[in-house]
């Protein structure tokens, strides 16, 4: 068990250009979520996948933003256009998704932090 | 909408000097309620999660208990490894996302 990993960890872009996030979730898991983190704030949910249907989007979501999970296995995240309010922590997190207590747990990768100029 | 609140936002202690976190909380039921450690520049490490009133569950020093309304996370004897960041999630029922507060920033000195 590697535990979550998400690529690349940093990245500086300039407004207008797109970027896209990588996420590989811990390999028995079904269920992939995406946060946001901004400094001094606890995570704020995006979006889940349970296997490779989309489930939920919050509606800090806008249209500039789109998540993929093909096949079940890791996800992307894209963010189109990107403004400087773009800038954060994108945390991916996954959990098991079968039944019991320890299925709601989620756990975290190390993140991707973005910094738009 | 579900709500979190920390407090304090940050807590300066001297190495041994026990202390407590505070979460409350406002839900509309409670699946469960999560505690996180996170250090700086680095994703959320999983440390607890309490199911019902009256639950506790103990780390090391770490002690984390439930009513219906809070949670509280005790820090016995804190050393400065203890310091980061802990943020206290709450899931509903039927639902699978997260809730977070801002976090309570703790701060160990040797």
């Known amino acids: 068990d590697t535990g979550v990993s998400q690529d690349p960890r940093h990245k500086i872009t300039k407004r207008g250009q797109n970027v896209t996030f990588r996420c590989d979730p811990i390999s028995e898991h079904n269920r992939l979520y995406w946060y946001r983190q901004t400094l001094g704030q606890g995570p704020e949910f995006l979006t889940y996948?349970?296997?490779?249907?989309?489930?939920?989007k919050s509606r800090l979501l806008s249209d500039r933003f789109s998540a993929e999970r093909p096949k079940g296995s890791f996800s992307t995240l894209e963010i189109q256009r990107t403004e400087q309010g773009d800038s954060a922590m994108y945390l991916c997190a996954s959990s098991l998704g079968a039944s019991g207590p320890s299925s709601y747990e989620q756990y975290f990768g190390p993140g991707t932090r973005l910094t738009v100029t | 909408e579900d709500q979190v609140t920390q407090s304090p936002e940050a807590l300066r202690l001297q190495e041994g000097e026990s202390s407590s976190l505070n979460c409350s909380y406002t839900v509309s039921g409670l699946r469960g309620l999560f505690w996180y450690r996170q250090d700086p520049g680095k994703g959320p490490e999983f440390l607890f999660t309490?199911?019902?009133a009256g639950e506790e569950k103990e780390k090391e020093r770490l002690k984390a208990t439930l009513t219906k309304k809070e949670s509280f996370l005790h820090i016995t004897a804190p050393k400065p490894e203890d310091s980061a960041t802990y943020l206290c999630?709450?899931?509903?029922?039927?639902?699978?996302?997260?809730?977070f507060g801002a976090g309570t920033t703790v701060t160990v000195r040797a």
């Open positions: 309490l199911y019902s």
């Open positions: 996948f349970q296997n490779e249907a989309q489930l939920e």
């Open positions: 999630a709450v899931q509903a029922p039927n639902d699978y996302k997260l809730s």
